[in-house]
């Protein structure tokens, strides 16, 4: 008679291997943290190459215990002993070199939002910062807000109005994370303290911010109602407060757009300036890339949203239709196919 307080055994073996990218932020750990959690009922082992606490502190936060590692030839033999039924890669674009040498120890191999080499030999690439150009991808390539998957503190907001009060003076938050190659956190503040307006006007430093913080601080002295929040959680507690947020065209328009509020996105870079996610069709105004910006583009950009009340709810019902929560369901359901070998994907 089988002892009935035996443990359920656990059905599939999923891993997930991390490598941190300074471009991409922190994002590829909470997207970890959040399918991992969904994905309870499986054995899951998470691998994480990185130089800095910050993304590993993120999954210890879920009591996740990621295993660290500092080449990817430790990877085979680490694949050989737990024999996984599904590989899935975030972070850094991969080398082909790095998907061939796990592929004899696992036969559904999956990455999110990797353009390299390896994205080519893998069986499906999930793409949350895709192109509006698809041709030159081959069919295992799928692009998609649905890629994106909404950490859990985004994903019920209790004080989220159908229609924001705005606030007086209207309240600007400037929210350039992942690293903010350019600078464009100062260049949109020097910008913003041109308009001779009443404004509220915050600027978010996350960890990954690599410039001194010094003339920032001169500005934001120089000007009434102008801060700095220096948080982990700073974009989290700035949405419900926020009447216009100007930020980067990475991962961070998709945080945005799950509570909903009007937003200005700039590129950090020549890849970002490729991502289709963030335009007008989902409720933004893009203004293409940072370091070009012109004073009266960013000016013109704000006011529009200021001044035209239709414009701004017309953006908060394009990016609430987006339905953002729902995301992390058919993630699971879809990775699920994928280590019960139920889908129909073949790669090319």
Request: hydrophobic share 35%; aromatic share 10%; glycine share 8%.
């Given at each position: 008679m089988q002892n009935e307080t035996q443990p359920m055994e656990l059905n599939k073996t999923i891993v997930f291997i991390i490598e941190s990218c300074i471009d991409k932020g922190l994002y590829p750990f909470e997207r970890v943290a959040t399918l991992a959690k969904l994905l309870a009922n499986e054995q899951v082992f998470i691998f994480v190459k990185t130089p800095s606490n910050d993304g590993i502190q993120i999954l210890m936060n879920d009591n996740l215990s990621p295993i660290?590692?500092?080449?990817?030839?430790e990877l085979?033999?680490?694949?050989?002993?737990?024999?996984?039924?599904?590989?899935v890669r975030d972070g850094r674009n991969s080398e082909s070199w790095q998907v061939q040498n796990l592929r004899p120890f696992?036969?559904?191999?999956?990455?999110?939002?990797?353009?390299?080499?390896?994205?080519?030999?893998?069986d499906c690439v999930l793409l949350a910062l895709y192109q509006e150009v698809k041709d030159y991808l081959p069919s295992h390539y799928i692009g998609g807000s649905f890629n994106f998957a909404l950490p859990?503190?985004?994903?019920?907001?209790e004080d989220r109005p159908d229609n924001k009060i705005p606030e007086n003076p209207p309240h600007i938050v400037v929210a350039f994370e992942d690293g903010d190659e350019h600078n464009l956190t100062y260049r949109t503040l020097r910008h913003l303290t041109q308009l001779q307006i009443p404004l509220q006007i915050t600027v978010m430093i996350d960890d990954s911010y690599r410039h001194a913080t010094d003339d920032l601080q001169m500005m934001v002295l120089s000007r009434r109602n102008t801060a700095i929040l220096r948080d982990k959680n700073a974009l989290l507690k700035l949405l419900p407060k926020a009447d216009v947020i100007i930020?980067?065209?990475n991962y961070t328009p998709y945080?945005?757009?799950s509570y909903g509020?009007?937003?200005i996105t700039l590129a950090q870079t020549e890849a970002e300036l490729l991502h289709a996610f963030p335009r007008e069709h989902n409720g933004f105004i893009h203004l293409g890339l940072g370091r070009k910006m012109k004073q009266s583009q960013i000016q013109n950009a704000v006011m529009e949203f200021l001044l035209h009340e239709a414009r701004s709810e017309r953006a908060v019902k394009k990016q609430r239709q987006l339905n953002l929560a729902s995301n992390n369901e058919a993630l699971q359901s879809l990775l699920l196919d994928f280590a019960y070998d139920r889908h129909n994907i073949a790669s090319t």
């Open positions: 660290l590692f500092e080449h990817f030839d085979p033999k680490q694949m050989k002993g737990i024999q996984p039924d599904l590989i696992c036969k559904s191999i999956i990455h999110f939002d990797d353009l390299g080499e390896g994205g080519q030999a893998c859990e503190a985004y994903q019920n907001f930020c980067n065209a945080k945005i757009a509020v009007p937003c």
